[in-house]
């Protein structure tokens, strides 16, 4: 049994003049992701690899979920792939993951709900920034993952939580 946590990032600043890739967690996001942290680290068990976008904003979300976790920033790995990916570029990403029961990807929507409710027949309208869908899937090795395959475990957003 595999655990995947699909993690869209927290809001981000459009205060700077700065190219997309590199946009800042605003004061919504940094407050959002430890919030979204906590809530994370009392109820799922922790992810053991975290692969994130390389957009600031992502990569941010991951080490402030890590840091709740207690866990060692070197579990984050980065992945020029997820800057804005399709459902189908994030499958790619998933099927090569490292060995591991649970696995935490940071990256972007609309991609992020589009995967996400394909990989378990879903229908989520959208997943807000730093929201987390977690869905499980009944296989030995993340290169078995596939569209309609899993199982939604639950949808976390800091509004609802």
């Known amino acids: 049994m595999k655990t995947l946590y699909l993690v869209r990032h927290a809001k981000s ?27 994370l680290a009392n109820n799922i068990e922790p992810p053991e690899i975290l692969i994130s976008s390389t957009a600031s904003r992502a990569f941010y979300t991951a080490l402030h979920i890590c840091d709740q976790f207690h866990m060692d920033e070197k579990n984050i790995l980065l992945e020029k792939q997820l800057f804005h990916a399709g459902s189908n570029q994030i499958l ?12 935490a990807i940071f990256g972007h929507n609309p991609g992020f709900t589009d995967c996400a409710n394909r990989l378990a027949n879903l229908y989520i309208d959208n997943v807000p920034t730093c929201g987390v869908v977690g869905i499980s899937f009944d296989i030995e090795k993340w290169s078995d993952v596939e569209f309609g395959k899993g199982k939604q475990e639950f949808f976390f957003f800091p509004k609802g939580i």
């Open 92 to 103: 790619e990403v998933i099927q090569k993951a490292p060995n591991c029961d649970q696995l």
């Open 13 to 39: 600043s459009w205060s700077f003049n700065l190219p997309d890739h590199d946009r800042p967690l605003g004061k919504r996001g940094r407050r959002d992701v430890l919030k979204m942290g906590k809530h």
